[in-house]
């Protein structure tokens, strides 16, 4: 394909003009975030409805993990082929006609599938979102505030998500937490017309078709596996052989990156520190984020029984602790640089998780579950802005799109790690310790289908408690309730150190081989060069 014509920029000129684009660019990454915290709060109402098992809900959450991850790469590579903004409002008027897929849903294949779909679109608006911030921002101050902003409108989703899935949840059917992001697509689809400009890669080379479909199938499968192995088993054939297939597909990938002319993502970028490592940061921040949502929503609502709008209220400072933890990072990085902030970044989440894994049935919220989720998320917060800006300011322009693909996919690949593995701590704890107590209940009690529910989920207590018993066998149910949140929260505990090691061992990581030094040239500030180049912004 021949090389594009651009102009230098001339729509955005204006300090007001670039951070208007900016507040539109967060807007649609608010709807991608946002995605999935509101569901995580409608599952058990899912679960219950449709009437489906644990790995049932899990694949609500991972069938939109599993397409955006495995086409992030995909995505960003044609954003700076065909235009950033060209390939965001396609993902826009995709999300939107997928909510609405969703909220028609009558069956969990149907929302799965719907949520599978979204996952693609999301994937053509995601890697876009920052592309187009490196490009209008070409003030190194001006773009490390834009990108804080960025990545505290992730805390911001996470903080309305709950809240506002629990607020809906408390006044309509599930279906509303589809319904709620077609107007959000909309409006976002016609201020980014209006008021985002359009940029590409200055130089583009043969589209890398091969690049695409191997990376596309290795992502795809190795992902598969890691969310189906808690089901079929970690050491099983079927996880075994797909994962092993996916690692062929991700290294023939790596190989004909190195060898092609026009790679969709050079490889050569991972034996830079400064990306390849903060991409590791990210990666197990987002594990340590996933799985601790996954396991909040199973402790709010399984073992305190909050209802949907007030595990919303709880999680709020979470969520407003991720926010603020961006901007603080900002601040910090100036002072001590990007390799000493990462570094306490992690330390904090650690220290978030362990404490979290000390919390018992009859913990105060505010003693015991409060400092946990608050050390997490400021920690989280913390290594997002500058990880990500690390890695952003290790590529050229031309390569933005796929950079951005990079930090997406670090990201969803660490979730979904996070997902599978905590959850599946936490399902073989609670089903060894429940399963011969639901087995032993008369038939006439309860049937093989939802013992099967029971045996499966935690979050079946609230269904338990509405039913109609004689005195008798409500003391039967009581013990039975307190039984399954001791099961749930040893398993939480277990998961929770399982998390904090892993964030300990790559703090280690990145203090070893992180330079502490920003390079010759570069401001303290995350690695920035004082001097950006003009990014390419085409008139249309």
């Known amino acids: 394909m021949a090389t594009s014509i651009v102009a230098p920029p001339v729509l955005l000129d204006r300090r007001s003009q670039r951070f208007l684009a900016l507040a539109v660019i967060c807007l649609a990454e608010l709807l991608v975030v946002l ?20 790995s049932g809900l899990q694949w609500v959450v991972d069938a939109y993990t599993l397409t955006f991850a495995g086409l992030l790469l995909a995505a960003g590579n044609l954003g700076d082929r065909y235009g950033r903004r060209r390939i965001m409002t396609i993902g826009l008027v995709g999300i939107a006609a997928m909510s609405v897929g969703g909220a028609l849903a009558e069956s969990m294949t149907q929302v799965i599938v719907a949520r599978a779909a979204m996952g693609v679109f999301a994937a053509a608006v995601f890697p876009a979102t920052l592309a187009l911030i490196i490009n209008i921002f070409t003030d190194r101050r001006e773009r490390a505030l834009a990108i804080a902003a960025w990545t505290a409108m992730a805390g911001f989703a996470i903080a309305i998500g709950p809240i506002s899935g629990g607020w809906l949840l408390e006044h309509f059917s599930w279906h509303s937490v589809f319904w709620i992001n077609v107007p959000v697509a909309l409006v976002a689809l016609v201020a980014t017309l209006i008021w985002v400009p359009e940029s590409r890669a200055e130089q583009i080379g043969k589209l890398d078709l091969v690049g695409i479909g191997l990376s596309i199938a290795g992502i795809t499968l190795l992902v598969w ?12 054939l079927t996880t075994l052989c797909t994962a092993a297939l996916g690692t062929v597909l991700l290294a023939a990938f790596v190989t004909w990156e190195l060898r092609t002319t026009a790679p969709i993502l050079d490889m050569r970028l991972f034996r830079n520190r400064r990306f390849s490592l903060p991409a590791l940061a990210i990666a197990i921040g987002y594990f340590a984020m996933f799985g601790f949502l996954f396991l909040i929503t199973q402790y709010f609502q399984g073992v305190r029984e909050y209802t949907p709008l007030e595990f919303g209220i709880a999680s709020l400072p979470f969520a407003f602790s991720v926010a603020i933890g961006a901007p603080v990072a900002t601040l910090l990085a100036q002072r001590v640089g990007t390799t000493a902030v990462l570094v306490i970044g992690l330390l904090l989440i650690g220290a978030g998780l362990y404490l979290g894994g000390q919390v018992t049935v009859d913990s105060s919220y505010v003693i015991g579950v409060l400092p946990a989720m608050v050390l997490m998320a400021l920690g989280l917060g913390i290594v997002q802005g500058p990880a990500t800006e690390s890695i952003m300011s290790s590529l050229p322009l031309n390569e933005a799109g796929a950079g951005s693909a990079v930090n997406d996919t670090t990201r969803e690949i660490g979730g979904t790690l996070g997902v599978a593995v905590l959850g599946s701590i936490v399902a073989s704890y609670y089903t060894s310790r429940i399963g011969a107590r639901i087995d032993a209940i008369p038939a006439g009690i309860m049937n093989d289908n939802e013992k099967s529910l029971v045996k499966a989920s935690p979050l079946s207590v609230l269904e338990l408690r509405k039913r109609e018993l004689t005195p008798f066998l409500e003391t039967q149910r009581e013990n039975l309730i307190v039984a399954m949140k001791s099961a749930t929260l040893q398993g939480a505990h277990a998961a929770s150190l399982v998390a904090a090691g892993a964030v300990l061992v790559c703090a280690v990581i990145v203090a070893v081989f992180l330079p502490w030094k920003p390079q010759s040239g570069e401001s303290v500030l995350l690695g920035w060069r004082d001097k950006a180049p003009e990014p390419p912004i085409d008139k249309s």
């Open 35 to 54: 995605d999935n915290t509101i569901v995580n709060v409608a599952l058990p109402s899912i679960g219950v409805q449709l009437r489906t098992v644990v």
């Open 225 to 236: 596996s890691i969310i189906e192995a808690p089901h079929n088993g970690w050491l099983s």
